[in-house]
């Protein structure tokens, strides 16, 4: 079986299941709850926001909410 690592660069050597996704509860509860927009979230998921860290920073810094941000990562441990 191979991963989509395997398929883009040859290999699945040091990839770990939690590499450049994003827990999908955080991202519904931006929609549901604050009002962002699935493509304002998508417009953040750039090739170098490629952890939980770095998206949350994205997100805040093109559309503020930074209280609102921040509870929905802190929410599930990010």
């Not at 509860?25 to 750039?46: A, D, K």
Request: hydrophobic share 35%.
């Amino acid at each position: 079986m191979k991963t989509i690592k395997m398929v883009h660069f040859g290999s699945s050597e040091g990839w770990k299941p939690t590499d450049d996704w994003f827990m999908l509860g955080i991202l519904n509860r931006l929609v549901s709850s604050y009002n962002f927009t699935p493509q304002q979230i998508f417009n953040c998921q750039t090739s170098d926001a490629n952890s939980h860290q770095k998206l949350k920073t994205r997100i805040i810094s093109n559309y503020g909410k930074e209280a609102n941000v921040k509870e929905a990562f802190d929410l599930f441990g990010f």
